[in-house]
């Protein structure tokens, strides 16, 4: 079973960067795609950016696209999200998963773990 822990979520202006870690362990992490989500209060979770297991190709939500990058370093086990040009909007906990497959990872139904999610707060 493979453990996600996420980090580098903070407080951070409108038009401001973070970036998202996730380490994960205890497994074949190489054999998994991997992804992020988000959730927003009162909101359901919803899909953010997703990287295949070779990096090899990457997919996002519309509504990050442009604006956030994901990635992977397989030597180090770490999935990373940079985002920036940060909207109000983008405030939610972000929470890291892994799948079989690039397109499972986009569905959370399909996802085979989870992370605890890290929180950003994005204020105008």
């Known amino acids: 079973q493979v453990q996600l822990v996420e980090s580098g979520g903070g407080l951070v202006q409108a038009g401001g960067s973070l970036r998202l870690s996730c380490a994960a362990s205890?497994?074949?992490?190489?054999?998994?795609?991997m992804g992020w989500f988000r959730q927003a209060p009162g909101k359901e979770r919803e899909f953010v950016a997703g990287i295949s297991r070779s990096s090899d190709a990457t997919h996002y939500a519309d509504f990050v696209r442009g604006r956030f990058t994901i990635s992977r370093d397989s030597a180090k086990n770490t999935l990373y999200l940079q985002m920036n040009s940060l909207k109000p909007e983008d405030t939610a906990v972000y929470y890291c998963?892994?799948?079989?497959?690039?397109?499972?990872?986009?569905?959370?139904?399909?996802?085979?773990?989870w992370g605890q999610g890290t929180q950003v707060t994005v204020s105008s």
């Open positions: 205890g497994g074949t992490v190489s054999s998994y795609a």
């Open positions: 998963a892994i799948a079989r497959h690039l397109m499972s990872v986009s569905t959370p139904s399909r996802v085979d773990s």
